[in-house]
């Protein structure tokens, strides 16, 4: 099957490169007006730049197929927990830890595979062994504590995470993930730009204080708009392509989109750190950058799941 | 085993190339699995082309923090030393290498990093501050340290004078410090050589010794350097 035989995803794939493209004009338009300092310019060409690296990194496993794509968000989910990890500093229990790394191997298998019973059943077998190995240690003190970490690693990590790769096994994969991931990383943008437009309430301002009531209120508003545009296409022909499926959609995915920034910025004020690592220049670690989308998955997978499936047509249970 | 801290990696925050480097680096789950497929493939080479021994382990602490001090001729030593601890241990040995030889370039660094888990010595720019931190991370920490005090391989076999560094880790301080001698490396890898022969070699190692009455000043560093000197050729003179 071509890799766009829905127009939907040619049409958010050129949209995104015209996006890269045109982004440098801009930029160049704002210096001639004088609106950017030396500072904040090096700044932007620095996002820029990962960006450049970042959306062919995201499309390209995409449009390459579901094991691209599954292989894509598996090596994210590893990343993503290696520095939650290091910034707890829970790499130090090494037993606890490679059995979260086990926990998420055996759900991308499963995704690979395509076997929705055992992805289904993973995350209570891996929850009651990573309280059974904490507990092996015989080391009670602390012992909520690294079963905590623990849990929220692999959940975050594995279960979120995996439910976005999970989409890949639908014969619609492409689009989806492509309106996903485009309305994800939209949403964060637009946040920024209502808040500096029309922030004045923060929203939590102990957690994140750059973010506001209008910040998020705008990008709800304007990230639901285009993914019921968008997403008229992507799902045309299906129950999900009625305009109430589609903003209800579009909401799910800005309101659970901010949620994970939070999460991870809670994450970051209770350890006293700005970033989750150094990987991304200009951004951060890969969490920074990818934290929206960690619940975005959950929600929208069952939701589609519950109107019309996910990979219902597909042949399962492909190598186990 | 320690309680779980709530405390980033030492190297947390740094790029990866900074992070090989850094003093404070800690091992997470790729960088152990890669030095035990390591430790595993060159403990089977140095039993298989070199009929490897090992002698007097029992003088090894149980527990990490302690140092292991050793002569050195051959780039055959810190591979040699690494193996020849129990495998229980080998994870928290970090040899103390040449910067200016293993951590120069990046891919030198990296393997060092990773495979050896090796901390650089940065032999000419080496500053007080670097041998605090090392200090520090032993005593507070989990770390073997294997380190060979003559500071560069020996180019005749003969074994040098001990230099003073190793004082400033262990003056003052109730960390071991095992004596260990490497009988076979010069022979069958001498610096110049580019390929080793297949000759034997074994490591002995001696009892273990503690400074907290040496003062950690100058002269307490040498003094301490002195008497580890003596012990590793009394190793090598009764091998």
Not at chain 1, 64 to 89: K, N
Not at chain 1, 248 to 255: D, N, V
Request: net charge positive; proline share 6%.
């Amino acid at each position: 099957m071509s890799a766009f035989t829905n127009p939907a995803t040619a049409g958010i794939t050129v949209f995104l490169a015209a996006l890269l493209a045109i982004t440098p004009v801009v930029f160049a338009i704002l210096q001639r007006m004088g609106r950017l300092t030396p500072t904040l310019r090096k700044e932007l060409y620095a996002r820029y730049f990962s960006w450049l690296v970042i959306v062919p990194l995201m499309v390209v496993p995409v449009l390459l197929g579901r094991f691209w794509t599954i292989a894509a968000f598996g090596l994210l989910s590893l990343f993503a927990y290696r520095e939650f990890a290091r910034v707890t500093g829970f790499f130090r229990n090494r037993l606890l830890s490679a059995t979260v790394v086990l926990g998420i191997l055996c759900m991308f298998a499963a995704i690979a595979d395509h076997w929705y019973g055992f992805f289904a059943a993973l995350p209570s077998l891996f929850i009651s062994l990573l309280v059974i190995t904490a507990v092996m240690q015989d080391q009670p003190k602390g012992y909520l504590q690294r079963v905590a970490l623990a849990i929220f690693g692999f959940a975050l990590f594995g279960i979120c995470l995996g439910h976005m790769a999970y989409f890949a096994n639908d014969a619609n994969g492409r689009p989806i993930l492509l309106l996903i991931l485009l309305c994800v990383e939209l949403n964060d943008v637009l946040a920024f730009c209502c808040g500096k437009f029309f922030g004045r309430r923060k929203l939590a301002p102990a957690t994140s204080p750059g973010k506001t009531w209008g910040g998020a209120l705008g990008a709800l508003v304007l990230t639901t708009t285009i993914f019921a545009f968008i997403g008229q296409f992507v799902f045309a022909g299906t129950l999900l392509a009625a305009p109430i499926h589609l903003l209800t959609m579009g909401a799910l995915l800005s309101f659970t989109g901010q949620l994970g920034d939070l999460v991870i910025s809670s994450v970051k004020r209770d350890l006293g750190i700005k970033d989750m690592g150094t990987t991304i220049p200009g951004h951060g670690g890969i969490l920074d950058r990818f934290d929206s989308l960690l619940f975005v998955g959950p929600a929208l997978f069952h939701y589609i799941g519950y109107f019309v499936g996910i990979g219902l047509d597909q042949p399962v249970r492909l190598f186990f | 085993m320690k309680d779980w801290e709530y405390k980033p990696a030492g190297d947390a925050g740094l790029r990866p190339a900074d992070q090989w480097r850094s003093l404070q680096r800690e091992a997470g789950l790729p960088s152990a699995v890669a030095h035990g497929a390591w430790c595993a493939l060159t403990a089977g080479y140095l039993r298989a082309f070199h009929r490897f021994c090992v002698e007097g382990r029992e003088y090894l602490p149980a527990n990490p923090p302690f140092v292991v001090v050793a002569n050195h001729s051959s780039h055959l030593d810190a591979i040699a030393l690494a193996v020849g601890l129990p495998p229980r241990l080998r994870d928290r040995a970090f040899p103390i290498a040449a910067g200016d030889t293993f951590f120069e370039t990046k891919a030198t660094a990296a393997f060092a990093a990773i495979f050896l888990n090796a901390l650089p010595m940065w032999r000419k720019k080496c500053g007080s501050h670097a041998m605090e931190t090392l200090r520090e991370r032993l005593i507070e920490g989990n770390a073997i340290y294997l380190l060979f005090p003559e500071g560069t391989r020996s180019r005749d076999g003969s074994m040098a004078d001990f230099r003073a560094g190793i004082g400033m880790l262990v003056a003052g301080t109730n960390v071991p410090v095992v004596p260990a001698y490497l009988d076979g490396c010069f022979a069958a890898m001498p610096p110049k050589a580019r390929l080793p022969k297949p000759s034997p070699i074994t490591l002995k190692f001696g009892a273990p010794k503690a400074f907290p009455d040496v003062t950690n000043d100058r002269a307490g560093w040498r003094e301490l350097a002195e008497i580890l000197q003596k012990d590793v050729h009394a190793l090598g003179s009764s091998a």
